[in-house]
């Protein structure tokens, strides 16, 4: 799945509103984990949301 919010709608609750309802749709059909993949050392964003989740960075991809 990607999930991902224009520009102009950033900020304005639209990703919180995304996120929150994903999250609550994977615990009403049981998940109890994921994974959030290849998200770029500098997306402060998705870090901090990351973190804020209880996640953790377990690998690291580098592109040259």
């Known amino acids: ?4 919010v224009l520009p102009q709608y950033r900020s304005a609750g639209v990703d919180a509103a ?4 994903t999250l609550q749709t ?7 984990g994921g994974e959030l993949g290849w998200i ?3 997306n402060d ?3 901090k949301i990351n ?3 209880g996640g953790h960075v377990y ?5 040259y």
Do not use: F, P, S, W
């Not at 799945?1 to 991902?4: D, I, N, S, T, Y």
């Not at 995304?18 to 309802?21: A, D, K, M, R, T």
């Not at 994977?26 to 109890?32: D, M, S, T, V």
């Open 59 to 63: 690998r690291t991809y580098r592109m």
């Open 45 to 47: 964003e998705m870090n």
């Open 1 to 4: 799945m990607l999930l991902g």
């Open 26 to 32: 994977a615990i009403n059909r049981g998940y109890i």
């Open 51 to 53: 973190k804020l989740g």
């Open 40 to 42: 770029l050392e500098n």
């Open 18 to 21: 995304l996120i929150v309802e």
